[in-house]
């Protein structure tokens, strides 16, 4: 049972450069979500998902587009990649609020550390 | 808006010793879950322990306790009997039952740093 999977581990882009991050989970999750981490700071919400083809913005969304094309995946894509999205990015899942005989815990993806020059 | 504080920016205690670890929260909603996580060197976050704002008692998971005092809005993590292995970030982190979809996130504090003294 792989749980959150998360691809690459590392990344390295240029300014202006676009990419896609990819997060899978393989516990029939609804919930999905995508954070970011920064030095000082705790883990701060992008965007997230309830489910297939549904997305929702979270805390600090500007500059990320994402997709909920299959319930299993959750896309993280930057378009014009800035120097301030040097981060690393953790992906979640979960089980909704209130799931009978299941909790809502977050279980988290390993990270990935994208550096932008 | 919901907000988590933690206030201890970094610890050290030595092997074998309890700690714990601070965490307090602001949120006017009656109904909340409170999350601990701990991020080793290797980065990952590994869920500890939860607490449910209607929950009678105290959660435990092994070494693990949750000193929940609702009405001073505090869930502080308590460790026994500390291990080298516990030296990792730890992260308090509150679900916020608002949004645009109702639905829950997660809302974090800035971490507390343990490291454990052999």
């Keep these: 049972n792989a749980g959150v999977t998360q691809t690459p581990k590392f990344r390295v882009l240029k300014t202006g450069q676009s990419m896609t991050l990819l997060c899978a989970q393989d516990m029939n999750?609804?919930?999905?979500?995508?954070?970011?981490q920064d030095p000082g700071m705790g883990l701060r919400l992008i965007h997230y998902s309830v489910g297939e083809g549904t997305t929702a913005k979270g805390e600090v969304p500007d500059g990320y587009n994402v997709s909920r094309l299959k319930k299993q995946n959750f896309l993280l894509g930057l378009e014009s990649a800035a120097p301030s999205q040097t981060s690393v990015y953790?992906?979640?899942?979960?089980?909704?609020?209130?799931?009978?005989?299941?909790?809502?815990?977050?279980?988290?993806?390993?990270?990935?550390?994208?550096?932008?020059? | 808006a919901q907000k988590i504080t933690q206030t201890q920016p970094g610890m050290f205690v030595q092997e074998?010793?309890?700690v714990t670890l601070d965490c307090t929260y602001d949120t006017s909603?009656?109904?909340?879950?409170?999350?601990?996580?701990?991020?080793?060197?290797?980065?990952?976050?590994?869920?500890?322990?939860y607490q449910g704002s209607y929950d009678q008692q105290n959660a435990t998971e092994g070494r693990y306790s949750l000193n929940f005092q609702k009405a001073r809005k505090s869930?502080?993590?308590?460790?026994?009997?500390?291990?080298?292995?516990?030296?990792?970030?730890?992260?308090?982190?509150?679900r916020d039952p608002g949004g645009d979809f109702g639905n829950e996130k997660l809302t974090f504090g800035?971490?507390?740093?343990?490291?454990?003294?052999?």
Aim: hydrophobic residues 35%; contains cysteine.
């Design chain 2, 29 to 49: 909603d009656p109904s909340y879950g409170l999350f601990w996580y701990k991020q080793p060197s290797s980065g990952e976050m590994i869920f500890l322990i």
């Design chain 1, 90 to 117: 953790f992906c979640a899942s979960s089980y909704p609020l209130g799931s009978s005989g299941r909790t809502d815990t977050q279980y988290f993806g390993p990270g990935t550390r994208l550096t932008v020059l």
């Design chain 2, 75 to 94: 869930a502080n993590l308590v460790i026994s009997a500390s291990q080298l292995g516990d030296s990792a970030m730890y992260f308090c982190a509150m």
């Design chain 2, 16 to 18: 074998k010793e309890a």
């Design chain 2, 110 to 118: 800035t971490g507390t740093r343990l490291t454990i003294i052999p």
């Design chain 1, 29 to 36: 999750h609804e919930y999905m979500y995508w954070y970011r």
